[in-house]
């Protein structure tokens, strides 16, 4: 072996043997420290190390996760406790590690990893068939990615696809979207500072400000009257990094009438909404709205795998019959992914979770009201629906203030990207009363710290 080679061999062996290990010593726990703070300085982006100064205090931006510990916690190298609720950003409804889901993704991973890619592989068609079955109305066909940006970016090709003939290519999206960043979906997302570097983006987008049905009508209109015809709206049921903004209760129902008027397709984006985290299965069956093209992501994969779906009507999907291998990719829908998919769906269903999120939801957003009184000159608002909730604050800092004060405190919080003013709590669906009520007496504990910070000045 060559001088180079020796070396990586022996450091990746040594990475291995550290994987293989449950426990981590705290000699191992400082290497991994050293090695992880050095690896994204000089490999990775020490841009992620300056960002996690702005959410933690002292040295705690150097904190290195290592395992889970049950469902709703994890645990860095040093040992300290965290309750998730940033839960990945939606990605563990049925909670870290859920057995029923590891247990099928290692069976099938013990049988076959990946997929041929040119048998019948039996998984996807059976996933399919039980989203055609679990999903509102007509939806019918599924194509599989492997992350919410794919689902997207299909679901904007699917639309183009569909309206070849008319000579369509208009797409509405809204202010505060998060759709993805690969140039397709980022053309939906409205962020500035994330699509500002790349423009120009897909051809035809325009944003509507999010939730005001009367400017979403006069727009539609006004792109028929100069010839612009709307190939299909995409919105988020709720908006999720917006800073969960929840819209009138008449808005969906008014968008389906409004693009069924215009012949538009309406894309539901619950990448983040679905999987049961706002108390229903899906967030639109909270206003009994069926959307033309379903996309999920985000916790479809079980909080195991990397998994997403792209689901449509059969009218929508049949211009993808002809030649299916016009929008493919290697790894969606593989066996491992779809061996996640199902269990994740059969443990929804199973331990009531969609209901669960609803139920527990309303507990958490009271206690973390309860909490905030008194403290009304620096919280604006909590709102949210089952477990996707939003906190906001007069201002970014504060909200960055509260995250650390929570981070200092074992529990875990996001600062939304597109809206730092509002932090999301979106923890597991399964998380418990008692874990509740530990985020609540933080939140007021930190809540008083940072208003007595303020008196002083
Ligand atoms: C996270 C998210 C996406 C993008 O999903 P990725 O898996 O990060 O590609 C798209 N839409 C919404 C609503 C999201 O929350």
């Given at each position: 072996?060559?001088?180079?080679?020796?070396e990586?061999?022996?450091?990746?062996s040594?990475?291995?043997?550290?994987i293989?290990?449950?426990?981590?010593t705290?000699?191992?726990?400082?290497?991994?420290t050293?090695?992880?703070?050095?690896?994204f300085k000089?490999?990775v982006?020490?841009?992620?190390?300056?960002?996690?100064?702005?959410?933690?205090?002292d040295?705690?931006?150097?904190?290195?996760?290592w395992?889970?510990s049950g469902p709703?916690?994890?645990?860095?190298?040093?040992?300290?406790?965290?309750?998730d609720?940033?839960?990945?950003?939606?990605?563990?409804?049925?909670g870290?590690?859920?057995?029923?889901?590891?247990k099928?993704v290692k069976?099938?991973?013990?049988?076959?990893?990946?997929h041929?890619?040119?048998l019948?592989?039996?998984?996807?068609?059976?996933?399919?068939?039980?989203l055609?079955?679990l999903?509102?109305?007509d939806?019918?066909y599924s194509?599989f990615g492997?992350?919410?940006?794919?689902?997207?970016?299909a679901?904007?090709?699917?639309?183009?696809?569909?309206?070849?003939?008319?000579?369509r290519h208009?797409?509405?999206?809204?202010?505060?979207?998060f759709?993805?960043?690969s140039l397709?979906?980022?053309s939906?997302t409205?962020?500035?500072?994330f699509r500002?570097?790349?423009l120009?983006?897909v051809?035809?987008?325009?944003h509507?400000?999010?939730?005001d049905?009367d400017?979403?009508?006069k727009?539609?209109?006004?792109?028929?009257?100069?010839?612009?015809?709307?190939?299909?709206?995409i919105?988020?049921?709720?908006?999720g990094?917006g800073?969960?903004?929840?819209?009138?209760?008449?808005?969906l129902p008014?968008?389906?009438?409004?693009c069924?008027e215009?012949?538009a397709?309406?894309i539901?984006?619950?990448?983040?909404?679905?999987?049961?985290?706002?108390?229903?299965m899906?967030?639109?069956?909270h206003?009994?709205?069926?959307?033309?093209i379903?996309c999920?992501?985000?916790?479809?994969?079980?909080?195991i795998?990397p998994a997403?779906a792209t689901?449509?009507t059969?009218?929508?999907?049949?211009?993808?019959?002809?030649n299916?291998?016009?929008?493919?990719t290697?790894f969606?829908g593989?066996?491992l992914?779809?061996?996640?998919?199902?269990a994740?769906?059969n443990?929804?269903?199973?331990?009531k979770l969609?209901?669960?999120?609803?139920?527990?939801?309303?507990?958490?957003i009271?206690?973390?009201?309860?909490?905030a009184k008194?403290?009304e000159?620096?919280?604006?608002?909590?709102?949210g629906k089952?477990?996707l909730i939003?906190?906001?604050?007069v201002?970014?800092?504060?909200?960055y203030?509260?995250?650390?004060?929570?981070?200092?405190?074992?529990?875990?919080v996001?600062?939304?990207?597109v809206?730092?003013?509002?932090?999301r709590?979106e923890?597991?669906?399964?998380?418990e009363?008692?874990?509740?009520?530990?985020?609540?007496?933080?939140?007021a504990k930190v809540?008083?710290?940072?208003?007595?910070?303020?008196v002083?000045g």
């Amino acid at each position: 072996m060559s001088n180079k080679y020796s070396e990586i061999y022996s450091y990746t062996s040594k990475v291995l043997d550290l994987i293989s290990k449950q426990e981590i010593t705290e000699e191992d726990a400082k290497w991994v420290t050293d090695e992880t703070l050095n690896g994204f300085k000089e490999h990775v982006n020490p841009g992620f190390l300056e960002y996690r100064k702005t959410v933690t205090k002292d040295m705690q931006y150097a904190a290195v996760e290592w395992k889970d510990s049950g469902p709703n916690c994890f645990i860095d190298v040093n040992g300290k406790e965290y309750i998730d609720c940033l839960g990945g950003f939606g990605i563990y409804n049925v909670g870290h590690r859920h057995p029923k889901v590891v247990k099928a993704v290692k069976d099938q991973m013990d049988r076959q990893a990946l997929h041929s890619q040119d048998l019948l592989d039996p998984l996807r068609a059976m996933l399919a068939k039980t989203l055609a079955d679990l999903t509102p109305g007509d939806l019918k066909y599924s194509y599989f990615g492997n992350s919410g940006t794919e689902s997207i970016e299909a679901a904007l090709k699917l639309a183009k696809i569909y309206h070849k003939k008319n000579d369509r290519h208009t797409f509405l999206a809204t202010t505060r979207a998060f759709h993805g960043k690969s140039l397709g979906s980022l053309s939906g997302t409205a962020k500035g500072v994330f699509r500002k570097p790349f423009l120009p983006l897909v051809h035809g987008f325009r944003h509507v400000p999010f939730g005001d049905i009367d400017m979403m009508h006069k727009t539609m209109h006004a792109c028929h009257m100069v010839g612009e015809e709307v190939a299909a709206v995409i919105v988020e049921p709720i908006q999720g990094e917006g800073g969960v903004i929840v819209p009138p209760d008449d808005y969906l129902p008014k968008l389906r009438e409004l693009c069924d008027e215009y012949g538009a397709l309406l894309i539901f984006d619950e990448v983040q909404t679905g999987m049961g985290r706002t108390g229903k299965m899906f967030c639109c069956e909270h206003y009994d709205v069926v959307p033309d093209i379903l996309c999920l992501g985000k916790a479809f994969g079980g909080g195991i795998m990397p998994a997403s779906a792209t689901v449509a009507t059969e009218e929508v999907f049949t211009h993808w019959f002809e030649n299916p291998f016009l929008h493919t990719t290697t790894f969606g829908g593989n066996p491992l992914a779809c061996a996640a998919a199902l269990a994740n769906i059969n443990v929804l269903i199973e331990e009531k979770l969609p209901e669960r999120a609803a139920e527990i939801g309303e507990y958490l957003i009271q206690g973390l009201r309860d909490a905030a009184k008194g403290h009304e000159n620096i919280v604006l608002e909590i709102r949210g629906k089952g477990l996707l909730i939003g906190i906001e604050f007069v201002s970014d800092e504060i909200g960055y203030e509260v995250s650390k004060g929570f981070f200092d405190n074992g529990v875990l919080v996001a600062g939304t990207l597109v809206n730092a003013k509002t932090i999301r709590v979106e923890p597991p669906l399964t998380i418990e009363k008692a874990q509740c009520d530990r985020v609540c007496e933080v939140f007021a504990k930190v809540l008083n710290e940072v208003n007595k910070q303020l008196v002083k000045g």
